[in-house]
């Protein structure tokens, strides 16, 4: 049998992760059974997407509440200011204790759902998480646990913006500790993966370039106008640099184009 284990934050439930709606259809077919490991949900939760390849199930093992998890990270996460981490300040061990505090328990969650499966050596388990972040971590520590059962597995992980760029966060813990562990990493830009070769070259061999996409729907039916329409999709925040959009507007509007804009935000 080969499975894989779907290690992400929501999706099928809430919105986000939308690009998973169409990956998963795509990546079932590849294996025997496929099953998603949301973190960030409670049991009890509504799905709001639904998955459409029979081989793919979803498991939800929490009971509390994300905002009542968190409060109990940073509480647990303190025990870790007594481990002995070289260059390290009190921030950056505060944000490891609650980084692994968020990690292990998921981790453990799965092990305890994969003990209740028939798998077997001779069996192969794929280890994806969707974030270079908390889901990482959780994947490592499933494949190193598959390992002791003499299972083959492995892990992976994709790496979107915040996982990957440490100066949006100020830090990122347990970089070299996941990309050691890890068997691949999968960057949605050229630019994220030559910022991880560059950062931990030790690690290159490991990163490559695997995009986000949607299926193609061909292409649509001219509208007939002379205006030029623009249309546009990202979050209104600063890093998105739709000013740059507006710059560009200006200049076809002072050349008399006739033009519309919409941004879907």
Known sequence: MKYLLLL???????????????????????????????????????????????????????????????????????????RKTEGKNLREKLADGYFLTAAEPQARAVCRYLDSLSIVPGDTVYVYSYWLYVNAKAAVLIKQYLERQGIAAAAFSRGHGFDVYEERKGYLPQRREILDGLDRVYLCSENGADYLRKKYSEYADKIKVSRLGTCDHGVGNACGEKRFHLLSCSRAVPLKRIGLIIDALKILQDREIQLSWTHLG
């Open 8 to 82: 992400n934050r929501k999706f099928p439930y809430e919105t986000g992760e939308a690009f998973l709606e169409n990956e998963i259809e795509e990546i079932a077919a590849g294996f025997d059974r496929v099953i998603v490991f949301p973190s960030n949900i409670c049991i009890g939760a509504e799905q709001t997407r639904r998955i459409c390849a029979e081989n793919v199930e979803v498991y939800v093992w929490e009971t509390k509440s994300l905002t009542i998890r968190k409060a109990e990270y940073a509480l647990r996460g303190l025990c870790y200011l007594g």
